[in-house]
T-cell receptor
């Protein structure tokens, strides 16, 4: 049973456009929502994370939007660049838990 | 700078062979994890260890076992490899301290092919 559902599975965006990746979760006990970025041949690395006490977190061109009532969160990449081409994973965890539950991943391609 | 290393980048084994995947981290992290990554399925947790000699099953432990004899080293064992275990295997580690938000640091992965 997939506790975190991620969409789309793949996404192609033109350079300078906005990339949007969405995730939905089921467990209302989740209270930490990170996004990981993985380049080919590398392991995933933490990109940005949010807790549900805020509705948005921005770091440079990357923004997480969080909707607690809908149990959804999304990653927005503004002014997308070819160097952003990677696989992105959303994840979630419960307070006090050491484990993360990952989404299915989105392969993002930014066309120059 | 946190470093997680995995013993092999690519591995080819025969069905029925016993396979060992090794992972070492250099940041004195309490937690270590083994995931497998398959297209469309994301990262699925195989096993998790929160201390030396301690282990906990993840979502897909069948066909796998683990060993953690030292804090820095976490091994994944395929007792009798099968073709459906062909996959990318990722090791990760994290600190249990409260301020870390449990960020996981990943190794580069081992691509295992079972023929």
């Amino acid at each position: 049973q997939q506790q975190v559902k991620q969409s789309p599975q793949s996404l192609i965006v033109q350079k300078g456009g906005i990339s949007i990746i969405n995730c939905a979760y089921e467990n209302t006990a989740f209270d930490y929502f990170p996004w990981y970025q993985q380049f080919p041949g590398k392991g995933p690395a933490l990109l940005i994370a949010i807790r549900p006490d805020v509705s948005e977190k921005k770091e440079g061109r990357f923004t997480i939007s969080f909707n607690k009532s809908a149990k959804q969160f999304s990653l927005h990449i503004m002014d997308s660049q070819p160097g952003d081409s990677a696989t992105y994973f959303c994840a979630a965890s419960r307070r006090g838990a050491q484990k993360l539950v990952f989404g299915q991943g989105t392969r993002l391609t930014i066309n120059p | 700078d946190v470093k997680v290393t995995q013993s092999s980048r690519y591995l080819v084994k025969r069905t029925g062979e016993k396979v060992f995947l090794e992972c070492v981290q250099d940041m004195d992290h309490e937690n270590m994890f083994w995931y497998r990554q398959d297209p469309g399925l994301g990262l699925r947790l195989i096993y998790f260890s929160y201390d030396v000699k301690m282990k906990e099953k993840g979502d897909i432990p069948e066909g796998y076992s683990v060993s953690r004899e030292k804090k820095e080293r976490f091994s994944l064992i395929l007792e009798s490899a099968s073709t459906n275990q062909t996959s990318m295997y990722l090791c990760a580690s994290s600190s249990r301290t409260s301020g870390s938000m449990h960020e996981q640091f990943f190794g580069p992965g081992t691509r295992l092919t079972v023929l």
